[in-house]
């Protein structure tokens, strides 16, 4: 476990570059920095000031090189490095409400928009034109969109919502790939299908996960609760209500293993083994031990005085992050067995975690 301050602002969301040299954060504002690795310290490399609103999401697809940054300003921006500098295409996502998130798909030819608009925008790029174009998902969608998260086949989308749903569309683009083929969710898939529709989250959903196969689907909600949809199993849906406050973000590690961090400021491990069978494993967090300092007559009557207690007034929490985990990341290893992974918080810290399987 290894703790970096990246100064005093929440960091609302991050993203990292390929081979993890480099990462990309917002200070809850409308910029993002670049930050890059030399030695034990990171060094402010780029600053990419395009949007005019707090940015939301940030997604740096390894392959391809590019980054894809979404704002409450309604507009998203793919970004390019040429000759050394980063610079943004507009994108027509066509929503009148701020996005608030957005993830490249597995082959990087598109990527998901959610927004505050009701709806999704899958944008693609359209070479005849050269430009980035979208298409919505609409229905049945009757809230903001708060998270989003692709299926490995490049086609279906998972998305969670602040209308209590977690639902799994199809996003097949028939302009730019082949026909899918049948998945545990479903053999339909024109765009916008509907494949897996759950009502009773029970809360805003605000994390979405598939499984390293793509045949379970994790996610998170308002009322602590985390779920796991099995599709090869009839869809079939475990809850397990934690006695945590709400998780923000969740993540698999391997196919049976789940990590989820949120307003405890301190990541969970859970496995998920069959229908009906998801548990709370432990904390990620060793909590730190701090020796107790003799009082002196004088402090005690003052605390007395001042508090109405004696109690020293500790305001630093036992865990590494000192306010809410905003986000989770795989910083080492493949999806089907992550060694490392990354969470930024509120307190503006980034934590590497080392995850052992």
Same mark, same amino acid.
């Given at each position: 476990?290894?703790?970096?301050?990246?100064?005093?602002?929440?960091?609302?969301?991050?993203?990292?570059?390929?081979?993890?040299?480099?990462?990309?954060?917002?200070?809850?504002?409308?910029?993002?920095?670049?930050?890059? %690795?030399?030695?034990?310290? &990171?060094?402010?490399? /780029?600053?990419?000031?395009?949007? =005019?609103?707090?940015?939301?999401? $940030? *997604? #740096?697809?390894?392959?391809?090189?590019?980054?894809?940054?979404?704002?409450?300003?309604?507009?998203?921006?793919?970004?390019?490095?040429?000759?050394?500098?980063?610079?943004?295409?507009?994108?027509?996502?066509?929503?009148?409400?701020?996005?608030?998130?957005?993830?490249?798909?597995?082959?990087?030819?598109?990527?998901?928009?959610?927004?505050?608009?009701?709806?999704?925008?899958?944008?693609?790029?359209? %070479?005849?034109?050269?430009? &980035?174009?979208?298409? /919505?998902?609409?229905?049945?969608? =009757?809230?903001?969109?708060?998270? $989003? *998260? #692709?299926?490995?086949?490049?086609?279906?989308?998972?998305?969670?919502?602040?209308?209590?749903?977690?639902?799994?569309?199809?996003?097949?683009?028939?302009?730019?790939?082949?026909?899918?083929?049948?998945?545990?969710?479903?053999?339909?898939?024109?765009?916008?299908?509907?494949?897996?529709?759950?009502?009773?989250?029970?809360?805003?959903?605000?994390?979405?996960?598939?499984?390293?196969?793509?045949?379970?689907?994790?996610?998170?909600?308002?009322?602590?609760?985390?779920?796991?949809?099995?599709?090869?199993?009839?869809?079939?849906?475990?809850?397990?209500?934690?006695?945590?406050?709400?998780?923000?973000?969740?993540?698999?590690?391997?196919?049976?293993?789940?990590?989820?961090?949120?307003?405890?400021?301190?990541?969970?491990?859970?496995?998920?083994?069959?229908?009906?069978?998801?548990?709370?494993?432990?904390?990620?967090?060793?909590?730190?031990?701090?020796?107790?300092?003799?009082?002196?007559?004088?402090?005690?009557?003052?605390?007395?005085?001042?508090?109405?207690?004696?109690?020293?007034?500790?305001?630093?929490?036992?865990?590494?992050?000192?306010?809410?985990?905003?986000?989770?990341?795989?910083?080492?290893?493949?999806?089907?067995?992550?060694?490392?992974?990354?969470?930024?918080?509120?307190?503006?810290?980034?934590?590497?975690?080392?995850?052992?399987?």
């Amino acid at each position: 476990m290894s703790l970096y301050n990246f100064g005093l602002e929440p960091l609302s969301c991050h993203a990292w570059n390929k081979d993890r040299t480099q990462i990309a954060v917002s200070p809850n504002s409308n910029v993002v920095h670049i930050y890059q %690795k030399k030695g034990k310290e &990171w060094t402010k490399i /780029h600053e990419l000031t395009e949007h =005019s609103g707090r940015i939301t999401g $940030i *997604d #740096w697809a390894p392959e391809s090189n590019r980054i894809v940054t979404c704002a409450s300003d309604r507009n998203a921006y793919v970004w390019s490095l040429k000759d050394g500098a980063w610079k943004p295409t507009l994108v027509l996502v066509r929503i009148n409400r701020a996005a608030t998130c957005v993830k490249w798909s597995p082959l990087e030819n598109k990527f998901a928009l959610g927004s505050g608009a009701k709806l999704i925008s899958v944008c693609y790029f359209e %070479k005849e034109n050269d430009w &980035w174009l979208s298409k /919505h998902i609409k229905k049945p969608i =009757s809230s903001t969109v708060l998270s $989003i *998260d #692709w299926h490995p086949n490049n086609i279906l989308l998972a998305a969670g919502s602040a209308d209590l749903h977690c639902r799994v569309f199809s996003a097949y683009i028939k302009d730019i790939e082949d026909k899918p083929g049948p998945t545990p969710w479903g053999a339909k898939m024109p765009f916008g299908e509907v494949l897996l529709q759950h009502k009773d989250c029970g809360g805003w959903v605000h994390s979405v996960c598939f499984s390293p196969s793509g045949d379970s689907l994790a996610w998170v909600s308002h009322n602590s609760c985390i779920s796991v949809a099995d599709a090869p199993q009839g869809k079939e849906v475990t809850h397990l209500t934690t006695d945590h406050l709400p998780l923000l973000s969740v993540l698999y590690v391997n196919e049976t293993e789940i990590v989820a961090a949120g307003h405890d400021c301190c990541p969970y491990q859970f496995s998920y083994k069959e229908p009906g069978a998801l548990e709370f494993v432990k904390k990620l967090d060793i909590p730190k031990q701090t020796s107790k300092s003799s009082v002196s007559a004088m402090q005690h009557f003052r605390n007395l005085d001042k508090r109405a207690t004696t109690e020293e007034d500790d305001s630093e929490l036992g865990t590494l992050h000192q306010n809410s985990i905003t986000q989770l990341r795989i910083v080492e290893g493949e999806k089907s067995k992550v060694n490392k992974l990354s969470s930024v918080g509120l307190d503006g810290a980034m934590v590497l975690w080392t995850f052992k399987h």
